[in-house]
């Protein structure tokens, strides 16, 4: 069996010199590239853990003014005022009074 094209022919030492330099000028590129790629993204976890800390406070807040809500809700409905409609959160939503019974 013969090649299509002859055989192969010797690479020239100059050729072969220069790949090796273009392989480690690769490998020096890539290692300055990835030592800025984890400074950039080691200030950026610095940045996202100073805002989860605000977060998370921002958050207890809300969560401790729903458990506020909550509770004063199961109050009101232990007692019997959620429903009634002069008094309880938010008010009556219909006129129960006379024999007009629209929405207000």
Do not use: H, W
Not at 36 to 63: C, P, T
Not at 74 to 101: C, H, I, N, Q, W
């Amino acid at each position: 069996m013969s090649l299509p094209y002859g055989p192969p022919q010797p690479v020239s030492p100059l050729i072969r010199g220069l790949r090796f330099a273009f392989l480690i000028a690769g490998i020096i590129y890539a290692r300055g590239k990835q030592r800025l790629y984890n400074s950039m993204e080691a200030s950026y976890r610095e940045e996202e853990a100073k805002k989860k800390i605000v977060r998370d406070k921002q958050l207890a807040i809300l969560k401790a003014k729903i458990a506020a809500e909550e509770q004063e809700t199961v109050r009101l409905l232990e007692t019997g005022k959620l429903f009634e409609p002069d008094g309880g959160a938010g008010g009556p939503m219909y006129s129960t009074s006379g024999s007009d019974r629209s929405c207000k």
